[in-house]
């Protein structure tokens, strides 16, 4: 089954003591993590704690500074980037949104935008598009070509609570249909897509990792936000024993501060990935105080004169093969 972590499913990407090192100092260090055929592994993580990152080291935009990153041959990978670099002052169209980067075949623009519920926006103007919509365009590009590996940086980023729903809906219809490979980047430190595999939470570098407990079983879940919202969406509660500081230090339960929390610096008792259902006693969730909840960029992250980002709207198929710094 496809929704079932399956370890015999092939690894798309793998990667190995990774670091990307930057400006005199490393972004992210010691990231481990594989995701095969058909699995869903979600990112989560503080501002800055370097989940793009990962995820550019992952497919190849990063090349990273020291560990290892096997991808297989010719892996095709359809990403969407948490920003994009698009004029908006020109007009855009869906349709053409799709083949910016890249042409694409009538048809395969027709089915992707039919899969994402788009064909009766494909002649809409991008800038005119809610944020869901937007999403649901993004994702049409992105799986056009046909991609074995997707990566989404925040694609719920904009989208109000039943179009987080929707386009979790969405993303899981995408993996079941196709049997991609799925690197999700949430915005969100406790709440996950409930068909995740894995979860990984980084700080620069892997703090924890688990399965996200599903939530369907939970009556009080249910009653706050119905059946829908409860297959969809899961929690992700963690222990940590040590406190994220707004400025991305990391104050220790012996009160010491340091730059990062590394596993093996004797700080943590790591009681990691100890995931527990809503009804439960959670010996600590991460709140406002701490520093260590995201704060919910709600904005359309396009148009509208938002900032324009570095990022570029497409990817070419990657070759495949290893990275080796
Ligand atoms: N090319 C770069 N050169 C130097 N520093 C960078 C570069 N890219 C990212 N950074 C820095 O690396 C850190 C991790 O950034 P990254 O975008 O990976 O974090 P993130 O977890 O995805 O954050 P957010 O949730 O805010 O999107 C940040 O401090 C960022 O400023």
């Given at each position: 089954?496809?929704?079932?972590?399956?370890?015999?499913?092939?690894?798309?990407?793998?990667?190995?003591?990774?670091?990307?090192?930057?400006?005199?100092?490393?972004?992210?260090?010691?990231?481990?993590?594989?995701?095969?055929?058909?699995?869903?592994?979600?990112?989560?993580?503080?501002?800055?704690?370097?989940?793009?990152?990962?995820?550019?080291?992952?497919?190849?935009?990063?090349?990273?500074d020291?560990?290892?990153?096997?991808?297989?041959?010719?892996?095709?990978?359809?990403y969407?980037?948490?920003?994009?670099?698009?004029?908006?002052?020109?007009?855009?169209?869906?349709?053409?949104?799709?083949?910016?980067?890249?042409?694409?075949?009538?048809?395969?623009?027709?089915?992707?935008?039919?899969?994402?519920?788009?064909?009766?926006?494909?002649?809409?103007?991008?800038?005119?598009?809610?944020?869901?919509?937007?999403?649901?365009?993004?994702?049409?590009?992105?799986?056009?070509?046909?991609?074995?590996?997707?990566?989404l940086?925040?694609?719920?980023?904009?989208?109000?609570?039943?179009?987080?729903?929707?386009?979790?809906?969405?993303?899981?219809q995408?993996?079941?249909?196709?049997?991609?490979?799925?690197?999700?980047?949430?915005?969100?430190?406790?709440?996950?897509?409930?068909?995740?595999?894995?979860?990984?939470?980084?700080?620069?570098?892997?703090?924890?990792?688990?399965?996200?407990?599903?939530?369907?079983?939970?009556?009080?879940?249910?009653?706050?936000?119905?059946?829908?919202?409860?297959?969809?969406?899961?929690?992700?509660?963690h222990?940590?024993?040590?406190?994220?500081?707004p400025?991305?230090?990391?104050?220790?339960?012996?009160?010491?501060?340091?730059?990062?929390?590394?596993?093996?610096?004797?700080h943590?008792?790591?009681?990691?990935?100890?995931?527990?259902?809503?009804?439960?006693?959670?010996?600590?969730?991460?709140?406002?105080?701490?520093?260590?909840?995201?704060?919910?960029?709600?904005?359309?992250?396009?148009?509208?004169?938002?900032?324009?980002?570095?990022?570029?709207?497409?990817?070419?198929?990657?070759?495949?093969?290893?990275?080796?710094?």
């Amino acid at each position: 089954m496809l929704n079932t972590l399956n370890h015999a499913a092939e690894p798309l990407v793998s990667l190995e003591s990774v670091g990307v090192h930057r400006n005199g100092r490393w972004l992210v260090r010691g990231v481990d993590f594989t995701v095969r055929r058909g699995e869903i592994v979600t990112l989560i993580g503080p501002n800055g704690s370097g989940k793009s990152t990962s995820a550019k080291a992952a497919i190849g935009v990063l090349k990273p500074d020291e560990g290892r990153v096997s991808r297989i041959p010719d892996l095709k990978v359809g990403y969407v980037p948490q920003k994009l670099a698009i004029d908006w002052t020109l007009p855009l169209t869906v349709r053409r949104l799709m083949t910016l980067t890249g042409p694409l075949a009538q048809r395969d623009v027709d089915a992707a935008l039919a899969a994402v519920g788009m064909s009766a926006l494909a002649g809409a103007e991008v800038q005119h598009l809610s944020g869901g919509e937007f999403q649901r365009a993004l994702l049409a590009r992105a799986i056009a070509r046909k991609p074995d590996l997707l990566v989404l940086d925040e694609p719920v980023q904009g989208v109000d609570f039943s179009g987080e729903l929707a386009l979790y809906d969405l993303i899981k219809q995408i993996r079941n249909a196709t049997g991609c490979g799925i690197l999700l980047i949430s915005h969100d430190l406790h709440v996950v897509m409930a068909e995740t595999d894995t979860v990984i939470c980084l700080n620069g570098h892997v703090c924890c990792r688990g399965t996200p407990q599903a939530v369907s079983q939970s009556p009080e879940y249910m009653r706050l936000f119905g059946a829908r919202a409860a297959q969809t969406i899961a929690l992700y509660s963690h222990h940590h024993d040590h406190t994220h500081l707004p400025d991305g230090r990391v104050q220790h339960a012996d009160g010491s501060i340091t730059d990062h929390c590394h596993a093996e610096d004797g700080h943590h008792d790591h009681r990691h990935g100890v995931l527990h259902g809503v009804g439960e006693e959670r010996p600590h969730v991460h709140g406002p105080d701490c520093g260590h909840l995201h704060q919910q960029e709600r904005g359309h992250g396009h148009g509208h004169g938002l900032p324009v980002a570095e990022e570029t709207t497409g990817l070419p198929n990657l070759k495949g093969g290893e990275d080796r710094a």
